[in-house]
């Protein structure tokens, strides 16, 4: 049987499903589902029926075993960012704003001290808290993973908060640590993504530019927490106030690491970063559209089977594809009532 792409599409009205089949250049709307509900991250499993998670602001994870046809709301707190491990489809984060200790203590299903960021090993069914951050008081922006599997001891969770700095636990040493060497005081971490396995291949987007994880000036520095890593901006200008980063490329394979970065900043300017280093470039969704506000850029989402592939949600509901790394774009005749926040690919073989 022929394989179909399942585009999932989160707005302020629900969430959509699109899909093509492989045989068919034809994408459709198939569904609507949670209605009425903005949707701001998604995550899905990876068979069907489709395992879903869905954020809502101010309500939580709704999670759905069936393809979207029942939900349940299975954390109720206030979810700011949702990543789910590319090696464990399965296991979730769930980063927080302003974390409450009943609510916690709830979603834990005990006692427990408050945290940031909880974490799920059945795809958004239930939920336990990691420990807290050190600055327990802030706002987790973004979420990235490096390193092997979570359960190795050299797997990192990276976690970027708004009062400034990156912090990062491991699943041996089970306490957060790190915060801002390099990164500009106060300044929100809004972005992170990772082109590969290793520390050295993590990228934190800020309002001052896209900052990369890099060795230390000299060997033995430990100002961070013992380790030799510095966030640094490269040489070249880079995208100022980019609110996501996507990596092009099958990063959950370390023979195989993405190799170019896509970012969207606050104005909705799409950008593209080769190899995740300098020599950003602007890019256009349709050639010399000027400063047409339907086509501001709003969600992005990599496919998880072809590295050149992408997909480009705009404020007008419109879905963009491109099959070379950005270069051009497709426009797939899809579109859904108000702006695109939310985008996740699922290829059914």
């Known amino acids: 049987m022929a394989s179909a792409t ?48 869905a954020v809502v602001p101010q309500m939580g994870v709704f999670h759905s075993t069936n393809g979207g046809r029942e939900w349940m709301l299975t954390l109720p707190l206030d979810v700011t960012v949702l990543l789910a491990d ?13 974390p409450d200790r009943v609510q916690a203590d709830h979603a834990a299903g005990g006692p427990g001290e408050p945290g940031n960021v909880l974490v799920s090993e059945d795809g958004g069914v239930s939920w336990h808290t990691l420990p807290a951050l050190p600055v327990a008081a802030t706002r987790v922006l973004s979420l990235a993973l490096t390193g092997g599997s979570w359960d190795d001891p050299g797997r990192r969770l990276w976690a970027g908060v708004e009062s400034g700095g990156v912090l990062y636990s491991t699943y041996s040493n089970a306490h957060w640590q790190g915060l801002r060497l390099g990164l500009r005081t106060k300044v929100a971490v809004t972005a992170l993504a990772t082109t590969g396995g290793e520390d050295t291949d993590l990228f934190a987007a800020t309002s001052v530019g896209i900052y990369r994880l890099q060795p230390g000036l000299r060997s033995t520095d430990t100002e961070w927490k013992g380790t030799s890593r510095v966030w640094r901006l490269p040489a070249t200008p880079t995208p100022t106030g980019v609110r996501q980063l996507v990596a092009l490329g099958r990063v959950q394979h370390p023979a195989r690491p993405a190799a170019a970065l896509l970012a969207r900043d606050a104005m909705g300017h799409l950008w593209r970063g080769e190899d995740g280093s300098g020599g950003w470039t602007g890019l256009d969704l349709v050639p010399a559209s000027g400063s047409d506000p339907d086509l501001a850029v709003t969600a992005l989402a990599a496919h998880p089977d072809y590295p050149d592939r992408a997909y480009a949600g705009t404020r007008g509901g419109r879905i963009f594809e491109t099959r070379n790394r950005g270069t051009s774009w497709e426009d797939l005749g899809l579109a859904v009532e108000g702006d695109v926040r939310a985008l996740a690919v ?3 073989k």
């Not at 585009?7 to 009425?36: C, D, F, M, N």
């Open 6 to 53: 399942m585009l999932h599409i989160g707005t302020p009205r629900g969430l959509y499903v699109a899909s093509k089949p492989g045989t068919s250049p034809q994408w459709r709307i198939t569904k609507h589902t949670l209605a009425g509900r903005p949707v701001i991250a998604l995550a899905l499993g990876t068979e069907l029926p489709v395992r879903m998670a």
């Open 86 to 98: 590319p090696n464990r489809p399965d296991r979730l984060f769930a980063g927080l704003s302003h």
């Open 346 to 348: 699922l290829v059914v």
